[in-house]
C-alpha cells in the first residue's frame, strides 16, 4: 500500500498533465513559474 501511495504521488506531481497550466505537469509549472519570477 506505502509503494502504491508513493506511485500515486510521483504520478501525480510529474506524469499528470493540466490543461489549465498550459500543458505541463504540476512540478513543471512550478518550475516555469519559479523561473519567471526570477528572471
Known amino acids: 500500500l506505502e509503494q502504491a501511495i508513493h506511485n500515486y504521488i510521483d504520478y501525480y506531481n510529474n ?3 493540466k ?3 498550459k500543458n505541463m505537469t ?3 509549472y512550478r518550475n516555469h513559474v ?3 519570477l526570477t528572471a
Request: glycine residues 8%; charged residues 25%; positive net charge.
Open 15 to 17: 506524469v499528470r498533465i
Open 19 to 21: 490543461t489549465g497550466r
Open 26 to 28: 504540476p512540478i513543471e
Open 34 to 36: 519559479l523561473t519567471t
